[in-house]
């Protein structure tokens, strides 16, 4: 679930939309996917060190050095 983070344990895919068990969210299948991916895309960049910002830019972090 993208609003829970609970995971099912098998769904279907003839099951398009579904209701999560946890909080009750109706889910469009693809669509909550999508999210899922965004969400995991973004821990990955900040574990590597990027800046995310909430429009979707990034930008690697840096601290810049006095002359």
């Not at 990027?50 to 972090?61: E, I, K, M, S």
Request: hydrophobic share 35%.
């Amino acid at each position: 679930c993208s609003e829970c983070n609970y995971k099912m344990e098998e769904i279907p895919l003839s099951m398009r939309k579904w209701s999560c068990p946890n909080c009750r969210t109706e889910h469009d299948r693809d669509h909550n996917a999508a999210k899922r991916i965004l969400q995991e895309a973004i821990l990955q960049l900040k574990a590597d060190g990027h800046t995310v910002f909430a429009c979707g830019g990034l930008r690697q972090t840096w601290i810049a050095t006095a002359r």
